[in-house]
């Protein structure tokens, strides 16, 4: 099992919402998604919607009274986070 890698914007969003005050609930359930899908890829609990093109799992994630998600795909070096942010669907 690889580590878990981000792409650039996925990384400035994580870096954003651990410094705002108002969504530390949202930055404590974001972090425990990326633990699950660190620790267990290939659980249903983190590959609830899947994206054909590009192959990618969403994962809904609520807190701090928003709707936000997590998008990410299957690399040989590991999963990889693409998106962090508000859930648009």
Same mark, same amino acid.
């Given at each position: =099992? !690889? @580590?878990?890698?981000?792409?650039?914007?996925?990384? %400035?969003?994580?870096?954003?919402?651990?410094?705002?005050?108002?969504?530390?609930? =949202?930055?404590?359930?974001?972090?425990?998604?990326l633990?699950?899908?660190?620790? #267990? %890829?290939?659980? %249903?609990?983190?590959?609830?919607?899947?994206?054909?093109?590009?192959? =990618?799992?969403?994962?809904?994630?609520? !807190?701090? !009274? @928003? @709707?936000?998600?997590?998008?990410?795909s @299957?690399?040989?070096? !590991?999963?990889?986070?693409?998106?962090?942010?508000? #859930?648009?669907?």
């Open positions: =099992m !690889g @580590e878990l890698l981000f792409s650039p914007e996925a990384d %400035r969003q994580i870096v954003a919402i651990r410094a705002d005050a108002s969504l530390i609930q =949202m930055y404590q359930r974001v972090n425990d998604v633990d699950d899908i660190e620790d #267990d %890829r290939h659980s %249903r609990r983190i590959r609830r919607r899947r994206y054909h093109r590009p192959a =990618m799992w969403g994962v809904p994630v609520h !807190g701090s !009274g @928003e @709707e936000w998600l997590i998008l990410w @299957e690399q040989d070096h !590991g999963p990889l986070v693409h998106y962090i942010g508000p #859930d648009l669907a």
